[in-house]
């Protein structure tokens, strides 16, 4: 049974195409979803359905939580974004200006943006490093100051998966001396009154749906040597996402856990002009600084895919029919963006993965109906 919190007239089909998920018999059929989306600063759409957890003892609420995988990585592009605003941290300045110990092994010219934009040359690990290795900021960021870069940093794009996260939350560390988990709480979520954190705050444990992995991919493309270190050393697991160590550590990449109304209100603040119920957190010239691409718009790893400092701008519909909207998605098919056009921010979470690594057709299918005019 699909709840409808709020369906404002006009986005009936997009409620029908939500609802349809639920009734798929392929491996996208859903099991527990939700889907937020606001227009001009006012909440448009609310729906939810399914379980929490795979017993479906716990039905999907306003208040569930999902790991929203890799879109946690626009929220870290916000944090940074707000702190290039106000002129701490510079896009264009070498990353060691704010973490010194980041020049060894010759990276010292390497800049924020290139960070923000996976051309760092540090999509994966030199050392070997176990899924548990994950868990210590402390071994991490040092291993990836020491590592020397994996190819010739701004030479190409290909998508820093799981270390864009420590590499950007350590310069966020550096320069405003709280944790990327500490900044999100004070600067994001409190400010927009927006329901995510990194990780999962003790009194939310009961609100986090369970995570459900995805099957093997059957058109898995076959990456090249420079994508490759983003899935290796150590290999993905989706299953950890259900685990304590996981929901308890800071990965600032990949485990944002978030309401779909909680996401959606970041979306909706970056779609007008960066400003949401009296709060603001971007300046119009932050905003603008970032969305503006960064490079060429072919990543080594998802293809077309044009970077902008931390967000994906929508190339090819990939947040609707206009160049102007951006967003970021997860693996399995999370997602938020902004579609400032039509002053829309919208968010879409799910606890049942799909294998796609580009283009799950349950976010394809309701970001074109959410961003229609």
Do not use: C, H, M
């Given at each position: 049974m699909i709840v409808e919190n709020v369906l404002r007239p006009g986005f009936e089909a997009l409620r029908d195409r939500f609802a349809a998920h639920f009734a798929r018999d392929d491996e996208f059929r859903e099991l527990g979803a939700a889907l937020v989306v606001y227009r001009h600063g006012e909440k448009v759409v609310e729906l939810y359905g399914g379980w929490q957890d795979d017993a479906a003892s716990q039905p999907w609420g306003e208040r569930t939580l999902?790991?929203?995988?890799?879109?946690?990585?626009?929220?870290?592009?916000?944090?940074?974004?707000?702190?290039?605003?106000?002129?701490?941290?510079?896009?264009?300045?070498?990353?060691?200006?704010?973490?010194?110990?980041?020049?060894q092994a010759g990276k010292g010219s390497i800049t924020l943006g290139q960070v923000m934009s996976h051309r760092a040359g540090l999509n994966g690990f030199s050392e070997p490093t176990t899924a548990q290795d994950l868990y210590d900021w402390e071994l991490v960021t040092a291993r990836l100051a020491r590592q020397a870069p994996l190819w010739q940093p701004g030479s190409l794009v290909a998508y820093h998966g799981m270390t864009y996260g420590w590499l950007a939350g350590e310069v966020l560390r550096r320069a405003t001396g709280l944790t990327p988990r500490d900044y999100i709480a004070a600067h994001i979520a409190a400010p927009l009154q927006a329901d995510l954190a990194l990780g999962v705050p003790a009194a939310r444990a009961a609100d986090v749906a369970t995570i459900v992995p995805p099957q093997a991919d059957g058109k898995a493309v076959e990456l090249n040597s420079f994508a490759i270190h983003c899935v290796r050393n150590p290999v993905p697991d989706a299953a950890a996402a259900n685990q304590p160590g996981w929901r308890s550590a800071q990965l600032p990449a990949v485990n944002v856990h978030a309401s779909a109304d909680g996401l959606a209100r970041l979306y909706a603040a970056l779609a007008n002009g960066g400003r949401l119920d009296g709060a603001t957190l971007l300046s119009p010239a932050g905003l603008a600084r970032l969305v503006a691409p960064r490079g060429a718009a072919e990543d080594q790893m998802l293809g077309a895919r044009q970077w902008a400092a931390g967000v994906a701008l929508s190339l090819g519909g990939l947040y609707g029919p206009r160049a102007d909207a951006f967003g970021h998605s997860g693996w399995g098919g999370s997602f938020g963006c902004a579609d400032p056009a039509s002053g829309r921010g919208i968010a879409y979470i799910t606890r049942r993965m799909g294998s796609a690594l580009n283009g799950d057709p349950r976010a394809r299918g309701l970001v074109e109906l959410a961003t229609k005019m």
């Open positions: 999902t790991n929203i995988w890799s879109a946690s990585k626009g929220v870290l592009a916000l944090a940074i974004a707000q702190q290039v605003d106000t002129g701490v941290l510079d896009y264009d300045a070498p990353v060691a200006r704010w973490w010194p110990e980041f020049a």
